[in-house]
């Protein structure tokens, strides 16, 4: 039915959401509620491309704005 649909599209997208936000908390290692460019393992050029605001951090919004293809990305760099 629709309302099963809905709501399994809500959870999916909480789940999601939920996943996102653990892989944020276990990048700020100093808990400051952002990532600093110190605590970034991955290219530091992706770094510079998600920090749309120049702060020289990532804030959660913007860890959310990484894609799929982003993701591939930083795999390929990491596991040179």
């Not at 709501?7 to 939920?18: F, G, L, V």
């Amino acid at each position: 039915s629709r309302g099963s649909r809905d709501s399994d599209r809500d959870w999916d997208r909480n789940r999601n959401s939920t996943r996102r936000d653990e892989g944020a908390g276990r990048l700020d290692r100093n808990r400051s509620g952002v990532v600093e460019g110190y605590e970034w393992p991955y290219n530091k050029s992706v770094f510079h491309q998600l920090d749309t605001n120049a702060d020289s951090t990532l804030s959660r919004d913007e860890l959310n704005n990484i894609s799929k293809a982003t993701m591939i990305q930083l795999d390929k760099n990491n596991n040179q």
